[in-house]
């Protein structure tokens, strides 16, 4: 399978498990964050699409995933709701987390093994945009598995300086 065709399916994948991991969920703000990852990895398969198919390396636009999950966080914050997660939701969310960075890892790969400077580049902005969703999901789950205080620490507070 060659390094495009890879990056297509790491991108699926992860997509389908977001997908998953929404209807795991009631809570209408992680399903927002789920979904806006759901959008991100769509937004990566076209990207590679595009590459494999055309030899041309899109530019990639920064979103701000981080800055909006941390504005759902902070509505959650604001309605003082009572949370009652298990473990194994943190678990799908380890779990993603893994998925990501085999992402991230790849990507890094990619542009090791690439000549063209445009397409270097763009390899590393995705392993970059891969590692933000491993830093998200690592505060779902911090905040899965311990919501009442994981608001009110440090880490929340610098979601979107990453």
């Known amino acids: 399978?060659?390094?495009?065709?890879?990056?297509?399916?790491?991108?699926?994948?992860?997509?389908?498990?977001?997908?998953?991991l929404i209807s795991k969920t009631d809570d209408v703000g992680l399903q927002t964050i789920l979904k806006m990852l759901v959008?991100?990895?769509?937004?990566?398969?076209?990207?590679?699409?595009?590459?494999m198919k055309t030899d041309?390396?899109?530019?990639l636009i920064?979103?701000?995933?981080?800055?909006?999950?941390?504005?759902?966080?902070?509505?959650?914050?604001?309605?003082?709701?009572e949370f009652s997660?298990?473990?194994?939701?943190?678990?799908?969310?380890r779990k993603a987390q893994e998925i990501e960075e085999k992402s991230h890892q790849h990507y890094l790969e990619m542009s090791g093994k690439v000549e063209?400077?445009?397409?270097?580049n763009l390899l590393l902005k995705l392993a970059e945009e891969e590692k933000k969703h491993?830093?998200?999901?690592?505060?779902?789950?911090e905040f899965v598995s311990r919501p009442d205080t994981w608001i009110e620490d440090a880490e929340f507070n610098h979601?979107?300086?990453y």
């Open 1 to 20: 399978m060659n390094i495009y065709k890879y990056a297509l399916k790491l991108e699926k994948d992860s997509e389908g498990y977001y997908k998953k």
């Open 39 to 51: 959008d991100e990895e769509v937004k990566h398969f076209n990207i590679v699409e595009q590459m």
């Open 56 to 59: 041309t390396y899109p530019e």
């Open 62 to 81: 920064e979103t701000n995933l981080l800055k909006n999950a941390r504005n759902i966080f902070e509505k959650i914050k604001g309605k003082k709701l």
């Open 85 to 93: 997660f298990d473990l194994t939701q943190a678990d799908f969310y």
């Open 116 to 120: 063209d400077k445009a397409q270097k």
């Open 134 to 141: 491993m830093f998200l999901l690592e505060n779902l789950v």
């Open 159 to 161: 979601l979107d300086e």
